[in-house]
């Protein structure tokens, strides 16, 4: 079956522009999360959305958010952005809570901005 | 706050060495899963360990959870340079979120 697939896989953008990223989970699969991954902070948590509702939030500000369609495809966006926000973004599906089923992941947007 | 700290950060070893990988917080989880991540893609779920004191074999790789569950370690017996990437563990805490680890740079030379 087909896994997790994030698009772009790729993406180069200018400081205070906005950008949107695409997930689509596997077949299934409620449960959508979304980590920031940087070499100096590791997987930071962003959201995770469960049958359309946000239902975890991490500790981002106000510019990153996120929603998930009644297919449950997800999408994060992120305004205004900044240098910082540079990283590889990783979507993560789940068929119920990650506790107890794991993640598969997909392989990511990496995000430059200059 | 909930933490998982790993140890090493990094390991540089030979072909048919032994390694040990730690896990560990002073917060109790109710499950622990390892990750490995290649470069250029998404970590993937090797292992969930939920009993205090499991043990767990996968092929050559063994994780146990801590007694207390609140660390785990993975043992890799005669690395191969296969099993190169980032392993990452991550807990499950206790508002429902998966929380990483920072990651284990593991390079094995042929």
């Known amino acids: 079956k087909a896994g997790v697939t994030q698009t772009p896989r790729y993406l180069i953008k200018t400081r205070g522009q906005q950008v949107t990223l695409s997930c689509s989970p596997i077949?299934?699969?409620?449960?959508v999360s979304w980590y920031q991954q940087t070499p100096g902070q590791g997987l930071q948590f962003l959201f995770e959305y469960f049958s359309e509702t946000q239902r975890n939030k991490g500790n981002f500000p106000g510019r990153f958010s996120g929603r998930q369609f009644s297919n449950s495809r997800s999408e994060m966006n992120v305004s205004t952005l900044e240098l910082g926000d540079s990283a590889l973004y990783l979507c993560?599906?789940?068929?119920?809570?990650?506790?107890?089923?794991?993640?598969?992941f997909g392989s990511g947007t990496r995000l430059t901005v200059v | 706050t909930q933490l998982l700290e790993q140890s090493p950060q990094f390991l540089s070893i030979q072909e048919g060495e032994n390694l040990t990988v730690y896990c560990n917080s002073s917060?109790?989880?109710?499950?622990l899963q390892w990750y490995r991540q290649e470069p250029g893609e998404g970590p993937v779920l090797l292992v969930t360990?939920?009993?205090?004191?499991e043990v767990k074999k996968l092929k050559r790789l063994t994780f146990q959870f801590g007694d207390a569950r609140k660390d785990s370690s993975l043992h890799i017996t005669a690395a191969q340079p296969g099993d190169t990437g980032l392993y990452l563990c991550a807990g499950a805490g206790n508002t429902g979120k998966l929380i990483f680890g920072q990651g284990t740079t593991l390079q094995v030379k042929p």
């Open positions: 993560a599906s789940s068929l119920g809570t990650a506790a107890n089923y794991g993640y598969t």
């Open positions: 077949s299934g699969h409620r449960s």
């Open positions: 360990v939920v009993t205090g004191g």
């Open positions: 917060s109790v989880f109710s499950s």
